[in-house]
């Protein structure tokens, strides 16, 4: 149970920065491509982290 809160409050913790992140930017940048390569990143760590999770059998220590 221990590991599974870790890893809960890991999860909670990046999707709020992440979410952060996206409304300063979008705030900050024109409507598109410099907005669309900055918020990029995020979108590959949402679909990378949880991948390399199942297949790698990666933990959030």
């Known amino acids: 149970?221990?590991?599974?809160?870790?890893?809960?409050?890991?999860?909670?913790?990046?999707?709020?920065?992440s979410t952060s992140y996206c409304y300063y930017?979008?705030?900050?940048?024109?409507?598109?491509?410099?907005?669309?390569?900055?918020?990029?990143?995020?979108c590959a760590l949402f679909h990378i982290l949880p991948i390399c999770h199942i297949w790698c059998g990666v933990t959030y220590v």
């Open 1 to 17: 149970m221990e590991g599974e809160t870790k890893s809960f409050v890991i999860v909670c913790v990046s999707a709020i920065i």
């Open 25 to 42: 930017i979008s705030t900050r940048i024109k409507a598109g491509v410099f907005r669309l390569i900055s918020v990029l990143p995020v």
